[in-house]
Structure formats: C-alpha cells, structure tokens
C-alpha cells in the first residue's frame, strides 16, 4: 500500500515525508480492526512530531523510526480479527485516536485517553496517513449514514479535543458570561460551534490571521479580535473586566503568557495548545482565584456525543483536502498557517 513515512525528528522542519510502498498492515490479535483510510486530519501534533517535541517521551533514540503518522482517522472496515462483533466490512466508521485497553481502571472510568496500555496509531506506531490503518474494535464509531469519512476524520481527534474543552469550559459558563477562544484553527473553529451548542455564554474569538477571523464571524463569534500587541486590554475593556474562561489553542510563540491575564477573576485559563511555558506569579494566582488546567484530547463518549451533533448538521468540520502524493504540500501549507480549517489528507 501507499503511505507517507517519517524518517527522522528535525527541529527546523526541513525533513520531507518519504511516499512509499509498504507492506499493509496485518491482524495479529482477536480485536483488531483494519481501516482503509477514507481521509486523515493533518494535525499540529503532527508538526510536534516532525520536530521532535515528543522524542523524549516515547522515542529518545530514534528506534521507532520510520513510521507513517497520521491519528485523526475515519474511513471503511476492511478486515476485523475473529473477536470483533460490533463492525463488519463495509462499515463506514470514525477511529478515536487511542487505542485503549478498556480493563484498566481508567478505561472502566470511562476515560480512554488516560489508559494505561494504549497505543496511539500515528505518533511512534504507523498511522493513517496510508490506505490502510490497524486499530482495534473499542477505537471505532459506526458513522450515521448521512455522514461520509472525509467530512469527518478530524473530528477523531480536533473534533474531540474542542468539544470536551467546550464542555468543561460550559459548566462554568452561564449565559452573559464571556468565553475568549485563542486561535481560530482545526480546533477553534469546532470549539466555538461547540460552546454555541452547550451555553449561552457570548464567545470572543482571537486569531491573527484574517481568513480564520472570517470563519470566526460566519460561525457566529459574538466578538473578533485580530491578536495585537493590545488584546489584553481590548478584551478586559469588552468583558468589563476580563473573561471568566480562556481556552488557548496555540499554547506557545507568548499565546501562553496572554491567556491568564486575560481572565476575571475567579476565571479558568484552559490550555490545549502546547509547547510553551506559563509563568504565572502565585500572588495573581491567589489574589484572583484564577485556575489554570489543562485539557487532553476526549474520552470515547465524547466523540460519540459530537459525532451525534455533527449528524444533526450543529458541529461541522471545515477543511481543505489534499491527496496523500502531495502531504508535504499540506505540511508546508499548514507551517504557513495558510489553510482554513483543518487540513485533510485523503489516499
Ligand atoms: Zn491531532
Ligand atoms: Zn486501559
């Protein structure tokens, strides 16, 4: 089969993904599951990846290299292991991005993303940027049948982590108060369908680039701003005072430092981007009853409830597709922050 593989980590990004042919994934245990991909979201873990942000974490000599990443997935089941029950071949399904163990007690917890023997597809073990993709049986979602894959695979995991962000945000959201979204990207754009959908709360997003701030406006942000060098001030002056949640999809390049000062008092500061660092000093902390708490990905009820939102036409994806022979376009293209939306890699 067709795939796109990473051959070493390079924190300046000048490495290429190598197209190739490699041989298709096989199954080797009862519960597994073999996907042809239908399309896989382009992701800025993914550009992590290439940089080497995760080598530490899970690959620190290289060993696992190469592999084909790519863990925003959805497509058709084309072989299931003699255990599988709830899918057949044919089924048109999303892959949520972990594949748990479900005996665990976190798994029986219902939180999949904290499973203590799950396996990512796409970061150190091969993904879906391929015609074919090896999961298990607890990882997918039959899709509704009005929906095809393509409109979807990032909802496998941008899709997820805007919403469950969303719905944490919304139980401390009432209607009148102010949620400020930072970056209007594969995952903004989802998160503010998302917080229309849960709460009344009146949505500011911030976003530097124009074509993302007119997304921002056609889904109905009550306010826009452009991300100057005054934003803090702006939004303090739009809310009275600040924003009583800030959910910060960059979490790096200073976005980080922002967020926090946006906030009133008695505020929580999500984060969900990442790869900088956050200085806050613990006076403003106490002083203002702020919390800052991190946010990963989403359980696999969660993708079912959005699943179920975007069935009903209430949370959509907007992405910009590109073939899997020109992935690298895509890469550079997202670097660039020229596309709109998410970017989706279809084989
Ligand atoms: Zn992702
Ligand atoms: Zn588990």
Redesign the pocket.
């Known amino acids: 089969m067709k795939a796109a593989r990473l051959y070493a980590y390079d924190k300046a990004m000048n490495v290429e993904l190598k197209i190739e042919t490699v041989p298709e994934p096989t199954i080797n245990s009862p519960d597994e599951v073999i996907v042809r991909v239908g399309a896989a979201g382009l992701c800025r873990t993914d550009l992590h990846i290439i940089e080497g942000v995760w080598r530490d974490e899970m690959d620190a000599d290289g060993a696992l290299l190469p592999y084909v990443m790519g863990h925003e997935n959805a497509g058709w089941v084309e072989a299931v292991g003699a255990g599988v029950k709830s899918v057949k071949p044919g089924d048109a399904v999303i892959c949520h991005p972990l594949r ?9 917890r219902g939180e ?1 993303m ?5 396996i990512f597809p796409g970061l150190g073990t091969d993904g879906g940027f391929a015609e074919y993709l090896l999961t298990n049986e607890r990882a997918l979602i039959k899709l509704n049948e009005n929906v095809l894959p393509v409109e979807v695979a990032p909802m496998a995991d941008a899709g997820i982590t805007a919403y469950r962000v969303a719905k944490r945000a919304a139980k401390i959201l009432n209607p009148g108060s102010y949620c400020a979204v930072l970056g209007v990207g594969g995952l903004g754009h989802i998160a503010l369908q998302c917080l229309h959908e849960l709460c009344g709360a009146r949505t500011i997003a911030i976003e530097r680039s124009e074509a993302a701030r007119k997304l921002a406006r056609e889904l109905g942000a009550h306010h826009v701003l452009d991300g100057g060098p005054d934003v803090v001030a702006e939004l303090k002056d739009l809310t009275g005072g600040g924003a009583h949640a800030v959910i910060d999809f960059v979490g790096e390049l200073g976005a980080e430092q922002l967020c926090w000062q946006m906030l009133r008092k008695g505020g929580t500061h999500f984060i969900v981007g990442y790869g900088g660092q956050i200085e806050v000093p613990t006076l403003h902390i106490i002083l203002n009853e702020i919390a800052i708490a991190g946010s990963l990905v989403g359980n696999y009820m969660e993708l079912v409830e959005l699943m179920e939102l975007n069935a009903e036409g209430r949370v959509k994806m907007h992405a910009q597709q590109y073939s899997l022979d020109n992935i690298n376009t895509a890469i550079t293209d997202f670097k660039n922050r020229q596309i709109v939306g998410r970017g989706v890699i279809v084989p």
């Open positions: 748990s163990c479900g005996i665990c007690l976190d798994c029986r999949d904290y499973c203590q023997n799950g």
